[in-house]
């Protein structure tokens, strides 16, 4: 007999079968990440924009090409992004290389998905895009996807500087935005895994995004390669909660 253990620790309840652990998820919030998460990274968009981030440290900066990309990869690991260790380290101002490295042609890359649709359209939860990239760039995004209606707000990187994800105190503010929600109610949508990561430890149900891997692996409580079977993993699906 399926059996409900109850968690004090957690908001979690646990159905316990024979088989293994089927787990509801009590949520009332969920953060997407921008790229390479509402699109898939097969698009090309976000190589594209990598591609102007190169261009703007080499005409903007006079970095040589050679160090570059180098350049580039030591700073999103020491900072988060790339666009905080050019700040540290070139003082640069943030509007102007967001305006550069976003300016381009969206619809070139990216089209609308109507599985995402009708997911976002049907979740019974607030929804907030939660990304590294700003504003503009964000709604723009929204807009050519034709989903910008299912959003509540947009936590970019302007509205948590200094920080950036993966850094706590960009979840605090994040959370702060939707009105401060139990963490142990809330979900992270992210392709990269050091921001499931952190979202994780917060105590978020994080769902590393992209991948198809059957096993999570530590960063994640769940993974997610098809929009369409979110909300069978928000509302009882097997997952490896832990
Ligand atoms: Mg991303």
Known sequence: MPGIVASSQTTYRRYVTGTGI????????I???LDDTLY????????EIKDRIGL???????????QIQPLRRQLFEEYGTTLRGLQAAYNIDAVDYLAFVHDVPLADY??????????????PCRKFIFTNADDKHARR???????????????????????????PPAFKIALETAGNPDPHRCVMIDDLPHTIRVARELGLFSILY???????????NATLADWGKLPELLTGGTNHES
């Open 210 to 220: 992209g991948s198809d891997m059957s096993e999570p692996g530590f960063e994640a």
């Open 40 to 47: 898939p990274a097969s698009s090309g968009l976000w190589h």
């Open 110 to 123: 990216i089209q609308p998905n109507p599985v995402l649709t009708s997911v976002l359209a049907n979740l």
């Open 31 to 33: 953060f997407f990440d």
């Open 56 to 66: 703007y440290m080499g005409q903007k900066l006079d970095i040589p090409q050679e």
């Open 141 to 167: 995004v929204l807009q050519t996807l034709q989903i910008e209606q299912y959003f509540e707000g947009i936590i970019d990187i302007l509205s948590v500087s200094p920080y950036c994800k993966p850094m």
């Open 22 to 29: 089927i787990t509801v998820v009590n949520y009332s919030t």
